[in-house]
């Protein structure tokens, strides 16, 4: 399916990061309207949520060869307390036990400790075959300072 013309030799960065609005790409990166990155928000900046966006990207050759894909959790966020049966269950209530059905199974991406979200996040895309020769780098964002710290780095 890749169209040629579409893929960009020089790469691309593709930062998947939580939705929190604490959580800002945009201006830890520095970008502004030249700027040739694409951030893609996910509850907790999960790459499970993330992947067929990802997939999409990688389809149509906007990643390149080149390539950087940058995962970024952060501290504080609302997955580190979350627990996946307490998610189901509140969706749960709010529709009839057929409907909950649908929920059996959904990964909402729970966690504990946000720089083992990353590894873990960088692992399923480092052992993915559609993100070859792609470097994949991981980072936590400390909310209080806005720092970023580096927790999985180039190979």
């Excluded at 502004?32 to 993330?50: E, L, P």
């Excluded at 906007?62 to 952060?74: A, Q, R």
């Excluded at 979350?82 to 969706?91: F, S, V, Y």
């Amino acid at each position: 399916m890749q169209r040629k013309g579409r893929e960009r030799v020089d790469g691309t960065v593709i930062v998947v990061a939580c939705t929190d609005p604490r959580v800002t790409p945009e201006e830890f990166l520095g970008m502004d309207s030249s700027s040739k990155a694409t951030v893609v928000r996910t509850a907790g900046g999960r790459v499970h949520a993330a992947m067929s966006t990802l997939l999409v990207l990688s389809a149509v050759g906007n990643l390149g060869k080149k390539g950087v894909i940058m995962v970024v959790h952060h501290t504080d966020c609302g997955l580190q307390t979350a627990d996946e049966e307490a998610i189901r269950e509140a969706l749960r209530g709010g529709v009839d036990a057929e409907a909950g059905k649908i929920l059996d199974g959904v990964r909402f991406g729970a966690f504990v400790s946000p720089d083992e979200s990353v590894k873990e996040d960088v692992g399923i895309l480092k052992e993915s075959p559609f993100f070859k020769g792609m470097q994949i780098l991981g980072f936590v964002q400390d909310t209080e300072t806005g720092l970023l710290k580096e927790v999985v780095g180039a190979d």
